[in-house]
């Protein structure tokens, strides 16, 4: 066979015949030996130099032959020698000197003959003329082959010489050619022999003496070269590194290049016969050769005979073929071998050639194997390449034409070849056909039918194509085509790619006369298995354009079917071009559904098996996208076989099984199941899988209110991804964002929900852009905590453990699962969900809930009703997969959505309601595994810790709690021991959150565990973010008196002690602060802020909220104080004084909070009588003159008015924590009458003594309330105030300063539907669990004519509504802003402005929510809402059927069903999360106004001091009290009191405390004006007005104590000694502060603690 041909190598530096130009004849080229001479042509070589044309080629110069092995040839003569001999020479003897030479050459020995040879060499070249044959005849014996080398080479040497005599007659010529030609010749002397022979033809221009003998000797000779040639490169081929050329080669080369010659000149001397037999010689070199430079030399031969004679007959086909091929395989010798073809084309023989080619094409064999008829296949392709030239050749050049008939019967014969090389050849050919290189259809086919064109081409695109070709570029360049790739076959791509490219341009350019569309279109439509997209999409559009898949056309099942499987079912293809598809197949499907009726049916159910039949294997997700698309739209219409079909199909590539296993059932990974993780992920980085569970979801939703039958279905496949372990997660994932937000309403009809309340939780587990930001943050700050982390990305192992012993019980209610570890799933550390997520769902779900669907009916077994097409949606499947993924373990993913989205769904009790089994199950595993810490951790990767796992549990645990009424006694105790473990844990907060809840709703079981809980809690009131909650909590607690009623003494004491213990803490970090405040300034705290859900980001290690969280401890204090029983008050009242003024170094520590605790305490510790007020008939019309006398006593004012003739008088003593008024009568014993000593009469006694009842009012005092003997510290004694205009205004401003702390909270009603601003604030009426909840909430109290402060409601005229509720305590008092209460005219207040003024304006409104839609924050535009707290029923209902739920209650009793409402506190952006129910908590009705009045409560208290953080301290209403008594004694007592400076907030504002006595503030003092002791007063409040400030005494301070030890706090907790002197915690904590706290030393804190303890009095 033909092969590659190695590349030519120069050798000695003689170029190989390689390099010759073929057909280019030039005389006279030869280059002469050295050592011989040039001699000048002439004669017949000028003749032949005219028929060639005169055109001179360059030529290499013949190669050297290679020095002989042994010679004794003398060095040649010095003497310089002519290089042209002078034809005139006469010369015939030899001289001397030769002659004994000749002598020696003829009858010496054989050395002696070689040296005779040698010298006679040279002789002969100088005198040409000597007797020539005498020479010959004796040295032509040397040359035989019997003879030495050494020898033989002197004699072809000397013989070689004597050639060259141009003198020499025809005989002699004939006799060197004999000798010469001789076959006695060595064959290692050929290059010897040619030379020779090269010599004495003058390079074949002189064959005189031998015409006829030349041409069969060169002929013998070509074939034993080239036997002697291969032999020669098999043994050169073990070489290694570059080939070199033989001896051998080089003579074969120089013997073609004597052939050319010959032919060039005496080609007339060759017989036919002959010249036969020397092409057969060539033609058979070329089958054989493997080289190249033989390829080019036999053309070069060919050629010759072509320009200088003509190719013998019956030797035209088989020449013709040769060089066809070599034409076609060669592509290194393509130019010659075209060269070659070409001069026959246009010689006589052209018709014959293309006749040739043709027949070739013709007469093969049909089908021809390319392994049986490799020489056939070789035709062929050379023919195809050969007549493709042709083409594109015009017969003005001397081409002869092709007939087109027969061309394409030729190809359609040979392309039915199985050889795609020769499928690439005609296809080569055919595009040559259709495109010239320049864009022009050849003229031989234009005016033609193309469809045998086309039909030949489609059956070469039936060969095995590669996929490559739909996808290449058609416009891009290609690659030059190489003999490997053509050898290969994969040059066919690029053939047809053109050829499809050209035909689609064809059609693309829309000419007026192009007939042949149609016919480029069905050869599209046949090739459509190979057409790149651009085609396809072109072939679409020309389906659509002609309806071509209609019912209407013949074959448009065809046509349907070669959308189908050959474009959309393609996977090789573009999505683009596949989904272009897909629409067609659509819109087919849409016409035979509106033409069902002239269809078969099973038609219709076919196509869509069809398109379902390539899903299993898509690896397109686009294109997968698109086709379920359709398929959930074909879902909804389908019936009930064709829906299975669909879904078991969708099933395939979710979960690669085939039998779905009962949903209810334990959800194990199945051993038939294979991983899909390998599968292609598409745009976006999702799932096959993920793209067909979102169809599953689509079909969900739509079949909600279509059919419950589907529905139910989708529901338990969708359950089934949810727990297939194997499954991809992203595809899981998708099925829980249904499934999570699945809701009932109060009628169990099911609905989903669009807003899930969880960011918070997501927060927790970085599950926020903001959080999530937050954590890289963090990690980048801390790469040697990053170096930690397994670079797997597997969780840890767990911490801790407990195993379940025998001893143990197992839950009781529902089945029983194994307990063992959850499995830890490695986590990859990928980030497939986060929140918000407003594409969780793919369509927006209804607003209504679906008539079909229901969560719980009576006797629901889960399928669809026969006598409605109602359904169950069992939930207890659901919860069951859940359960099984708590107990198997999950992928990290998997679990955390679960973990934050459970809590939600678990708020909604109608969807569970036929799965209590479960949750009661649910229940308990969540209990256990917080009791055994055997939950799933999370991974290092994560960031997470196991306490963020747990807060996650306990809010799921915090939603379970309102299914208590499924849950036994000990179920419920459970719950609460769970809640108790996790207090001593980072979930503190969380815990004592949902032990808040318990308090409500499962009384017994925290009574239960009330003392473990309080124990407990003493132990992590110190810890950060705990304090506040943990207080929180026991303010709840104390007013739930059934909770503590069999409290012992010690159990008080634990209360009290939590609290004293905070106190110390607070107290022990403010001496530490005060100890290093010369060396740092310590930081202040910060402060947890929830604007948004990513509070968490703000958080700090130090304690938060200071004043509120300090002011709540005394709360605390007071109330549990209260909540004593009255006859053991007495036993607490030591203990506790001491704690309250005793400092952790045991020093007095005399604190504003301290004192006014104290004060409320000596009022309540016999009597739970509230203030009295004095009586408004005691006056001088009903007991004649009154005198009145005001007096400062300790903490107090006394007021006593005296009526100077009755004896009545009014004791008023004004506390700090309230007011005390009593009406006393004095019943003297008579005296008896008595004259005076001197006998004057009874007016001189006047004024000193009387009988009778005339009394002063110091009397009075001086009897009941003045000590005796007076104290030595005169700041004790009893202060007079003097009977003036100041002192009365002092006293009405006291009076003004409420005895309890005052609140305004407003209460919204939100209609159903309802979120319009106005709309909501024209509400005059709500529902009726709303009125159930007001009437909880406070006393509905008449506003006209009431003495108390109504929070700027009207109390004269009516216009803020006729009644409002109240409630009051005896600390706080809380006027609730009901707007329905409120009267509404919208004709004259049409945007409700009389409304918006309160609500507007109150730190805290309630939110009853009844629209079924989210409340906004926004809804009410207002810089002063600071927190909504926001009721929503749960689950959601009508108005009308509120009404009916209601009524139904009312008529069962106490055996209804209790509603239950989710709560939730919305904070304004910024505000610090301050609730339990930050986190949604669901209560129920009966807890609800309890509940919410607690938090409105403390949120109101926190936001008095919020608002005021910018201007100044927050001071309450008894704290201002007690500083205005302590002004009142500085400026009439004579002295500066002991208290001086004393009287402060303790710890400072913005710090630890500071922050109020009571809870509230009605006061606002400024830091800047508070020089005194108690600190200055603002104009608002000032008590004594300018007269007392002007009338200040300059007395210098005594102190009743010897060692005062004084210390500044006011860089208690400060964060920088150079803070901005502007800003607000600046300027309360600058360090110039006067002193503001009185220390005592240890041994004045008894003495204190002494004074104080009034239960030592009684």
């Known amino acids: 066979m033909l092969r590659r041909l190695a590349s030519v190598r120069h050798t000695n530096g003689h170029r190989t015949p390689d390099d010759q130009e073929p057909m280019s004849p030039s005389p006279g080229d030869d280059v002469s030996h050295p050592e011989t001479t040039k001699s000048a042509s002439g004669g017949l070589a000028s003749v032949f130099k005219g028929l060639a044309g005169g055109k001179l080629t360059k030529l290499p110069p013949p190669l050297q032959p290679p020095m002989a092995t042994i010679t004794t040839v003398a060095s040649q003569p010095s003497r310089d020698r002519s290089d042209v001999l002078p034809v005139t020479s006469v010369l015939r003897g030899l001289p001397q000197e030769h002659m004994e030479h000749f002598a020696r050459l003829k009858t010496g020995q054989l050395n002696d003959r070689i040296a005779g040879a040698n010298a006679l060499r040279y002789a002969i070249t100088d005198y040409p003329l000597n007797p020539i044959m005498e020479v010959w005849n004796a040295a032509k014996d040397l040359i035989d082959g019997d003879n030495p080398e050494n020898a033989r080479v002197a004699g072809w040497r000397l013989l070689t010489e004597c050639v060259k005599n141009t003198s020499a007659t025809d005989f002699e010529r004939r006799e060197y050619f004999r000798t010469l030609a001789a076959p006695t010749a060595h064959p290692d002397d050929f290059h010897l022999q040619l030379e020779a022979l090269e010599h004495l033809t003058n390079s074949g221009r002189n064959v005189a003496g031998f015409y006829y003998d030349i041409f069969p000797l060169l002929t013998v000779w070509l074939a034993n070269t080239f036997d002697a040639a291969r032999l020669a490169r098999r043994a050169n081929k073990s070489t290694k590194g570059k080939n070199i050329a033989t001896l051998e080669d080089q003579s074969f080369a120089r013997l073609f290049s004597l052939i050319r010659d010959v032919i060039k000149f005496n080609f007339k001397y060759a017989s036919d016969a002959v010249v036969g037999r020397l092409m057969d010689n060539l033609l058979e070199i070329c089958n054989k050769t493997s080289q190249q430079d033989d390829l080019a030399a036999c053309i070069s031969v060919i050629d010759a005979m072509v320009t200088f004679g003509s190719i013998p007959n019956g030797k035209l086909k088989a020449c013709i073929q040769v060089l066809s091929s070599i034409h076609c395989l060669v592509p290194g010798r393509q130019k010659e071998a075209w060269h070659t073809l070409s001069n026959i084309c246009r010689s006589h023989h052209g018709q014959s050639t293309v006749r040739i080619l043709l027949d070739v094409l013709r007469n093969a064999p049909p089908a021809p194997d390319k392994e049986k008829d490799r020489d056939v296949i070789r035709d062929i392709r050379g023919a195809l390449t050969v007549l493709k030239k042709l083409l594109g050749k015009s017969a003005e050049k001397g081409y002869p034409g092709v007939p087109l008939a027969l061309l394409v019967d030729g190809l359609a014969n040979v392309c039915t070849s199985s050889s795609s090389r020769v499928s690439t050849e005609i296809l080569r050919l055919i595009n040559s056909l259709f495109d010239d290189g320049d864009g022009i259809i050849n003229p031989l086919i234009a005016e033609e039918h193309w469809s045998p064109l086309f039909s030949v081409a489609a059956q070469c695109a039936a060969k095995n194509v590669p996929a490559a070709l739909k996808d290449a570029d058609p416009s891009a360049q290609q690659p030059t085509v190489t003999k490997d790739e053509s050898e290969s076959g994969d040059n066919i791509n690029h053939q047809l790619r053109t050829f499809i490219n050209r035909v689609e341009k064809l059609l693309t350019e829309e000419k007026p006369d192009f007939f042949?569309?149609?016919?480029?279109?069905?050869?599209?439509?046949?090739?459509?298995?190979?057409?790149?997209?651009?085609?396809?999409?072109?072939?679409?559009?020309?389906?659509?354009?002609?309806?071509?898949?209609?019912?209407?056309?013949?074959?448009?099942?065809?046509?349907?079917?070669?959308?189908?499987?050959?474009?959309?079912?393609?996977?090789?293809?573009?999505?683009?071009?596949?989904?272009?598809?897909?629409?067609?197949?659509?819109?087919?499907?849409?016409?035979?559904?509106?033409?069902?009726?002239?269809?078969?049916?099973e038609s219709i159910f076919d196509l869509v098996k069809r398109l379902l039949s390539g899903m299993s294997v898509e690896t397109d997700a686009v294109v997968l996208q698109e086709t379920v698309t359709f398929m959930v739209r074909v879902a909804e219409t389908a019936g009930a076989e064709q829906f299975d079909f669909i879904l078991d199909t969708f099933k395939n590539i979710v979960c690669k099984e085939v039998d779905e296993p009962n949903p209810s059932t334990s959800v194990q990974k199945p051993s038939g199941a294979q991983p899909i993780s390998d599968q292609p992920i598409a745009v976006g980085g999702q799932s096959l899988p993920n793209v067909v569970t979102k169809g599953y979801v689509r079909i969900f939703m739509r079949s909600m209110d279509t059919d419950a039958a589907k529905a139910v279905k989708t529901f338990n496949a969708l359950i089934y991804i949810a727990g297939f372990a194997t499954c991809e997660t992203d595809a899981r994932l998708t099925a829980m964002k249904l499934l999570f937000r699945l809701r009932a309403d109060f009628e169990y009809r099911v609905y989903l929900t669009s807003h899930v309340k969880n960011e918070s939780i997501a927060a927790t587990l970085y599950r926020t852009d903001a959080s999530f930001a937050r954590k890289a943050a963090e990690d980048a700050a801390h790469p040697p905590r990053l170096a930690r982390l397994d670079q797997s990305g597997s969780p840890r192992p767990p911490i801790r453990g407990a195993s379940y012993t025998p001893g143990q019980t197992v839950e009781k209610s529902g089945p029983i699962r194994p307990s063992q570890q959850p499995r830890q799933i490695p986590y990859q550390g990928q980030r497939l969900w986060c929140l918000p997520d407003p594409e969780a769902l793919p369509e927006s779900p209804r607003s209504t809930p679906s008539h079909l669907l229901f969560s719980y009916t009576e006797g629901a077994d889960g399928e669809a009703s026969t006598e409605a097409s109602n359904a169950v949606l069992k939930m207890s499947s659901w919860l069951n997969t859940l359960l099984n993924i708590f107990h198997q373990g999950s992928d990290w993913e998997i679990y955390s959505f679960i973990l934050a989205h459970l809590p939600a769904q678990l708020s909604d009790h109608p969807i569970f309601q036929d799965a209590i089994p479960q949750l009661q199950e649910l229940r308990g595993h969540i209990c256990e595994v917080i009791r055994t810490s055997r939950f799933q951790e999370p991974p290092l990767v994560s960031g997470l810790r196991r306490p963020d796992v747990a807060n996650c549990l306990f809010h799921s645990l915090t939603m379970i709690v309102s299914y208590h009424q499924h849950f036994q006694k000990l179920d419920e105790d459970e719950i609460v021991r769970a809640f108790l473990h996790g207090i001593a844990d980072k979930t503190a907060k969380t815990c004592i959150h949902g032990l808040s809840i318990c308090c409500y709703e499962l009384p017994l079981s925290v009574s239960k565990s009330l003392d473990m809980i309080l124990t407990r809690m003493s132990q992590v009131i110190t810890q950060p973010f705990v304090a506040m909650h943990l207080l929180e909590f026991l303010a709840c607690l104390s007013r739930l008196p059934a909770l503590y009623s069999n409290f012992r003494d010690e159990d008080y004491r634990v209360v009290f002690g939590i609290c004293f213990r905070y106190l110390q803490y607070v107290r022990d970090k403010k001496h530490h602060a005060r100890s290093t405040t010369h060396m740092s300034e310590p930081s202040t705290p910060n402060i947890v802020v929830s604007g948004s859900p990513d509070f968490l980001a703000l958080q700090a290690i130090t304690d938060d909220l200071p004043q509120y969280v300090y002011a709540l401890a005394y709360h605390v204090i007071t109330f549990w104080f209260l909540a004593v029983k009255m006859p053991d008050r007495l036993g607490h009242i030591s203990w506790i004084a001491k704690n309250l003024f005793t400092d952790v170094d045991g020093s007095a520590s005399n604190e504003e909070q301290a004192q006014i605790t104290l004060d409320f305490m000596q009022r309540v510790a016999f009597s739970d009588a509230s203030d009295s007020a004095h009586d408004p008939l005691f006056n001088k019309e009903n007991f004649g003159e009154i005198q009145q006398k005001r007096w400062i006593i300790g903490n107090s004012i006394v007021t006593v008015k005296q009526a100077k003739e009755s004896g009545w008088a009014e004791i008023t003593r004004r506390y700090p924590s309230g007011t005390s008024s009593y009406a006393v009568r004095v019943d003297f014993t008579p005296m008896i009458a008595q004259r005076t000593a001197d006998g004057s009469d009874d007016a001189a006694w006047d004024g000193r003594f009387q009988m009778g009842t005339t009394l002063l009012p110091s009397h009075v005092f001086l009897q009941l309330l003045a000590p005796m003997p007076q104290i030595s510290d005169p700041a004790a004694r009893p202060v007079p105030l003097p009977d003036e205009e100041a002192i009365d205004r002092a006293i009405r401003l006291f009076d003004?300063?409420?005895?309890?702390?005052?609140?305004?909270?407003?209460?919204?009603?939100?209609?159903?539907?309802?979120?319009?601003?106005?709309?909501?604030?024209?509400?005059?009426?709500?529902?009726?669990?709303?009125?159930?909840?007001?009437?909880?909430?406070?006393?509905?109290?008449?506003?006209?004519?009431?003495?108390?402060?109504?929070?700027?409601?009207?109390?004269?005229?009516?216009?803020?509504?006729?009644?409002?509720?109240?409630?009051?305590?005896?600390?706080?008092?809380?006027?609730?802003?009901?707007?329905?209460?409120?009267?509404?005219?919208?004709?004259?207040?049409?945007?409700?402005?009389?409304?918006?003024?309160?609500?507007?304006?109150?730190?805290?409104?309630?939110?009853?929510?009844?629209?079924?839609?989210?409340?906004?924050?926004?809804?009410?535009?207002?810089?002063?809402?600071?927190?909504?707290?926001?009721?929503?029923?749960?689950?959601?209902?009508?108005?009308?059927?509120?009404?009916?739920?209601?009524?139904?209650?009312?008529?069962?009793?106490?055996?209804?069903?209790?509603?239950?409402?989710?709560?939730?506190?919305?904070?304004?952006?910024?505000?610090?999360?301050?609730?339990?129910?930050?986190?949604?908590?669901?209560?129920?009705?009966?807890?609800?106004?309890?509940?919410?009045?607690?938090?409105?409560?403390n949120a109101s208290v926190f936001s008095q001091i919020w608002a005021t953080r910018e201007v100044g301290e927050h001071v309450s209403s008894w704290r201002n009290r007690l500083r205005e008594i302590n002004r009142l004694r500085e400026r009439y007592g004579g002295i500066k009191s002991a208290q001086q400076g004393q009287p402060n907030p303790s710890p400072p504002p913005n710090m630890l405390g500071g922050g109020g006595g009571g809870l509230g503030s009605s006061v606002v003092t400024s830091p800047l004006a508070s020089g005194g002791p108690g600190g200055g007063i603002t104009q608002q409040s000032g008590l004594l007005g300018q007269d007392i400030g002007a009338s200040r005494p300059v007395n210098a301070v005594r102190d009743s104590l010897t060692s005062l030890r004084r210390s500044s706090v006011a860089t208690f907790f400060t964060n920088n000694s150079a803070a901005d002197p502007t800003s607000h915690r600046s300027s309360m904590l600058s360090t110039t502060t006067a002193d503001t706290e009185v220390m005592f030393p240890a041994h004045g804190a008894d003495a204190l603690i002494e004074s104080v303890d009034f239960s030592k009095w009684i």
């Open 516 to 601: 042949q569309r149609d016919e480029c279109m069905r050869f599209l439509a046949e090739v459509h298995h190979v057409l790149p997209d651009s085609a396809a999409a072109l072939l679409l559009d020309h389906f659509k354009e002609f309806r071509s898949c209609y019912p209407s056309e013949v074959d448009w099942k065809k046509n349907l079917e070669l959308v189908l499987e050959g474009i959309y079912l393609d996977r090789g293809r573009s999505a683009p071009t596949r989904i272009q598809a897909l629409a067609m197949v659509i819109e087919i499907y849409d016409f035979l559904c509106l033409v069902r009726d002239l269809v078969e049916e």
């Open 1296 to 1497: 003004r300063n409420s005895a309890v702390d005052g609140h305004k909270v407003g209460v919204i009603y939100i209609g159903e539907g309802q979120t319009d601003e106005v709309e909501i604030l024209a509400n005059t009426i709500g529902g009726p669990d709303y009125h159930e909840f007001l009437d909880g909430l406070g006393v509905l109290t008449r506003l006209k004519g009431v003495n108390f402060n109504t929070q700027g409601l009207d109390r004269e005229y009516g216009t803020d509504g006729e009644y409002t509720y109240c409630w009051r305590d005896r600390v706080s008092e809380i006027i609730f802003h009901v707007i329905t209460q409120m009267p509404t005219d919208l004709e004259r207040d049409p945007r409700c402005t009389a409304k918006k003024r309160h609500i507007g304006n109150d730190f805290v409104n309630i939110v009853f929510n009844d629209s079924g839609l989210p409340f906004k924050f926004d809804t009410f535009p207002s810089q002063f809402n600071y927190v909504y707290i926001v009721i929503t029923p749960t689950p959601r209902h009508s108005f009308a059927s509120a009404r009916l739920k209601a009524k139904q209650r009312e008529e069962a009793g106490r055996k209804a069903e209790t509603p239950f409402y989710m709560v939730q506190v919305m904070s304004q952006p910024g505000f610090p999360e301050i609730s339990p129910a930050a986190e949604p908590k669901v209560v129920s009705l009966t807890a609800l106004p309890t509940f919410v009045r607690l938090l409105a409560l």
